[in-house]
T-cell receptor
Framework: DVKVTQSSRYLVKRTGEKVFLECVQD?????MFWYRQDPGLGLRLIYFSYDVKMKEKGDIPEGYSVSREKKERFSLILESASTNQTSMYLC?????????????FGEGSRLTVL | AQSVTQLDSHVSVSEGTPVLLRCNYS??????LFWYVQHPNKGLQLLLK??????LVKGINGFEAEFKKSETSFHLTKPSAHMSDAAEYFC?????????????FGKGTHLIIQP
C-alpha cells in the first residue's frame, strides 16, 4: 500500500516562529502536493512539485514556501507563522504522469498558531 | 473554469437507510469527477471516480455515483448506511486530464449516521 507519512500530527507554535511540516512518501511518486483544509472551505492547494528541486504555486501560496530536495520528501515551510495559518495541512502524492486525479493523502498535520 | 458545489453541508440518516450526497459541477470541458472520504483525524481516501467511461460508477464500501451530464450532477448514493460511513465526503472535479494541480474540491458534506 502507498504510504504518505506526515511526521507531526499536532503542533502548537507561537506567532512569528518558523514552522516546518514534513511529508514522506514511500512509493516513488514524482508528484507531491500540500493542501490546507479549513471548515466550510474544503481543500485549497498551497504548493505542488513534479520533481526534485521543482515547485509550483497553487491557489494560496502566500506566507508559505516548500522544499523538495529528495524525491520522497516534500516540506512545507511557514517562514513566520501567523494566527490565520492555524489549520489542518494535508500532504498528498500521486504517480508520475497520473491522469486519474487519484491522490494518496497523509493523515494531516493540525497546526495551531497562538 | 470549473467549479463544484456540494448542496448539503450536513446530512443525517439513520443506520440502514439510504444515503444521498449531492454534488453539482460546472465545467467548460468534459470533466473527470471524484468522490473522496475523510474519516475523523484521517487523510482523504478515494471512494470512486468517473473518467468518461460508464456513467454509473461503483466504488468502495457499497457506494456508487451516477454522472448526469444534462443535470451537471454527480450524486453519491448508498442503499443502506452503516455507522462506519460517518465521515466527511468531498466531491472533486478536474478538467486537466486529472492532473492534481487541476483538481477543484467541493467544501465537503458531513455525513452523520443515527443509530
Amino acid at each position: 500500500d502507498v504510504k504518505v507519512t506526515q511526521s507531526s500530527r499536532y503542533l502548537v507554535k507561537r506567532t512569528g516562529e518558523k514552522v516546518f511540516l514534513e511529508c514522506v512518501q514511500d512509493m516513488d511518486h514524482e508528484n507531491m502536493f500540500w493542501y490546507r483544509q479549513d471548515p466550510g472551505l474544503g481543500l485549497r492547494l498551497i504548493y505542488f512539485s513534479y520533481d526534485v528541486k521543482m515547485k509550483e504555486k497553487g491557489d494560496i501560496p502566500e506566507g508559505y514556501s516548500v522544499s523538495r530536495e529528495k524525491k520522497e520528501r516534500f516540506s512545507l515551510i511557514l517562514e513566520s507563522a501567523s494566527t490565520n495559518q492555524t489549520s489542518m495541512y494535508l500532504c498528498a502524492s500521486n504517480p508520475p504522469r497520473a491522469n486519474t486525479g487519484e491522490l494518496f493523502f497523509g493523515e494531516g498535520s493540525r497546526l495551531t498558531v497562538l | 473554469a470549473q467549479s463544484v458545489t456540494q448542496l448539503d453541508s450536513h446530512v443525517s440518516v439513520s443506520e440502514g437507510t439510504p444515503v444521498l450526497l449531492r454534488c453539482n459541477y460546472s465545467s467548460s470541458y468534459s470533466p473527470s469527477l471524484f468522490w473522496y472520504v475523510q474519516h475523523p483525524n484521517k487523510g482523504l481516501q478515494l471512494l470512486l471516480k468517473y473518467t468518461s467511461a460508464a456513467t454509473l460508477v461503483k466504488g468502495i464500501n457499497g457506494f456508487e455515483a451516477e454522472f448526469k451530464k444534462s443535470e451537471t450532477s454527480f450524486h453519491l448514493t448508498k442503499p443502506s448506511a452503516h455507522m462506519s460511513d460517518a465521515a466527511e465526503y468531498f466531491c472533486v472535479v478536474s478538467v486537466s486530464g486529472g492532473g492534481a494541480d487541476g483538481l477543484t474540491f467541493g467544501k465537503g458534506t458531513h455525513l452523520i449516521i443515527q443509530p
